[in-house]
């Protein structure tokens, strides 16, 4: 996926001691995801990314866009190999 087929979805999160928001589950197109593993997590100028493993063993890209309070899926691995 690139920017321009990014998918918007909704995304549930936990902050954490410092407050700082990490993604839990997210759903799309009435699929909901449970994240069993965060693998990375790191800043643009303008959003946040988060690397996650799905319960259903694939891997995603989520990212935040902080201002605009949207989350979009820009990344899905199926075979969860993304490195």
Known sequence: MNKETALAVRVECYAGHRG???PRRFSFDGRVIEIV???DAWLAPDHRYFKVRGDDAACY?????????RWE????????AVG
């Open 73 to 80: 899926l820009t990344m899905y691995d199926r075979t969860g």
């Open 61 to 69: 890209i989520l990212r935040h866009d902080v201002p605009a309070a």
């Open 37 to 39: 593993q965060v693998l």
């Open 20 to 22: 700082e928001e990490t």
